[in-house]
């Protein structure tokens, strides 16, 4: 039981700001398994998002609280994920060969690519939650139907990137990059806890109405042309390839979701 608290742990740690045990480090090994609870993070941060926004909501605009769930959320990871998002936008935009793209994405400065990316990124996702939720509004069940949907976005679209993981090869061939740990191996009981806790928020939403399992669909069908593209440039994936992913799922979860209740 402890040692599986240290690799939920790492996995906290490595993927947000929030503080964890003093004992706890990048262990190579615990980075590997710590894949089975990358969604839960998608948990703990969706949480923390969904109590801003709806505190906020109390107070202001709805638009007000969507635009302060979504700095909360950028607090709570870093900005881990939109910064990959960035880079792939740079990369990918500005490269012609997988060593040019790799070059372009290792970069730390941020470019035309990814900064027109990344302000396109946030007004897609202040205005898609922000329709989510008149549609949430005229549901029953308002609170924990939002609450569900913030969680389920959260860890559906991680257990999206991850899965890249165990489907594609690491594309870096040094050992420079950050991510490289949790791409050197994995096992049954990380693709298992990965699936397991990364579709367990949908499938409790389910239980409202079965219908929104369907954003599966799309969701997927995203990861899956994204995972190709990066395969075909750059022979594999990169952790900001995973970022990327992670972020570019979120939205189309928000925009299918507005699509599903728009015919059920």
């Known amino acids: 039981m402890k040692k599986e608290l240290d690799i939920f742990f790492t996995a906290l740690m490595f993927y947000t700001r929030i503080p964890c045990p003093k004992n706890i480090d990048h262990n ?3 980075l590997n398994k710590a894949t089975r ?3 839960i993070v998608g ?3 969706g949480l923390v998002v969904f109590f801003v926004f709806w505190i906020s909501a109390q107070l202001f605009s ?3 609280a969507v635009l302060l769930g979504l700095i909360t959320g950028i607090l709570v990871t870093g900005a881990f994920h939109e910064d990959g998002f960035a880079d792939v936008c740079d990369g990918f935009g500005g490269g012609w060969t997988k060593e040019k793209i790799l070059i372009i994405m290792k970069d730390s400065a941020i470019g035309a690519y990814g900064a027109i990316g990344v302000v396109l990124l946030f007004l897609l996702k202040l205005h898609a939650i922000g329709e989510m939720i008149i549609k949430v ?3 029953m069940n308002v609170l924990t139907l939002t609450l569900l949907l913030f969680i389920s976005a959260h860890s559906i679209s991680r257990l999206a990137a991850i899965s ?3 489907t594609h090869n690491y594309s870096r061939e040094d050992a420079t990059s950050k991510s490289k740990p949790i791409a050197q191996q994995y096992g ?3 693709v298992v806890g990965a699936v397991f806790f990364g579709l367990l928020p949908l499938i409790v939403l389910s239980c409202f109405q079965w219908q929104l399992l369907l954003v599966l669909v799309p969701v997927f069908v995203a990861r899956f042309f994204l995972a190709r593209y990066f395969q075909k440039w750059i022979g594999g994936y990169t952790g900001d390839c ?3 992913t992670q972020q570019v799922c979120e939205v189309v979860f928000y925009l299918s979701i507005i699509v599903l209740w728009k015919f059920i």
């Open 164 to 166: 890249i993981v165990f």
């Open 37 to 39: 609870y990358f969604p």
């Open 28 to 30: 190579p090994d615990y």
């Open 242 to 244: 995973l970022g990327a």
């Open 137 to 139: 509004n005229a549901q």
């Open 62 to 64: 709805e638009t007000v």
């Open 188 to 190: 049954w009981r990380e």
């Open 43 to 45: 948990w703990i941060v």
